[in-house]
């Protein structure tokens, strides 16, 4: 898709939704109330269905950094289609703005429950392990948490997909968060619904976990067993199929952190990490093939 086929759904996206003037014009952070220096709010050239069309287009691009994208394909290439593009660091200290409605156009392009889900979380990096006492922009955010990678300082991300490699949840959580509790909160907004079976990997045992979601949510939690443990119900032979077909997500998580470019460490302000990581899940959605599971004569078979 080009970038005028991006606007143009961006567009028709925020026309359907309230405008935002009055929230423009307020001090977006509580520490900005009662500052003592006249905070400017200096309007842009550029409306807001366009800065999150350059958002969206970074990241389903093949650049790495931003500011070479940004330098390249807008100021340079792009001044037909955006002629009224501020420099890069006026543009940087507009990207706040579009968080809001980022957020709602990634709630609104999220997959529908087919009945066979999966679930898993990844490790989102702020910085090194040795530079994680030295930290300040995610110091009251982040924290220090392990997994079967080794130890890490940042967050987790939590998803859950459908059979077809579409997104049905994304939850963002300190780095030392338990996937049981994430998967708990989930199931307490009304916002999401998901039925039928679950699939997940070795983190999500709880037996506690399962009679819950069974019982609450009719949604069957399956997972591998450990080593050391013993199969008090017998395992059918499709559900220990979808088990091994569980790297689906795995594929999922992959191409969100290496296409989409949803990890880095060179974030410099809370408000553009979330808008970097809405994005990146935003032009996954937008993808034309995804991963996902095609029932043929046989088995099924995993594709990407």
Known sequence: MNILELFCDVDDFCQTLPPVHLWLTKPALPEQVGHSRQLRNRP?????????????????????????????????????????????????????RALLHLVTYLYRRLG??????????TKLDVCRLKRMNTHRVFKENAALGKTSMGWFYGFKLHLICNDTGELLWVGLTPGNADDRTALRDFFQHDLFSLFGKLFADRGYISQALVTELLKEHQVALHTRLRKNMKCAVP?????????????IIESVIDQLKNISQIEHSRHRSPVNFMVNLVCGLIAYSRQPKKPSLIPEAGPLKLVA
């Open 44 to 96: 842009t050239g550029l409306y807001l269905s366009e800065i999150m069309t350059i958002l969206i287009a970074f990241h389903q691009s093949s650049y790495r950094h931003f500011k070479a994208y940004y330098t390249t394909e807008i100021l340079e290439h792009g001044k037909a289609d955006f002629p009224k593009a501020p420099n890069y660091s006026r543009f940087v200290e507009l990207m706040p």
């Open 112 to 121: 529908t429950c087919t009945g066979i889900s999966f679930v898993d979380s």
């Open 235 to 247: 395992v059918l032979s499709e559900d220990a199929l979808f088990l091994r077909k569980r790297a």
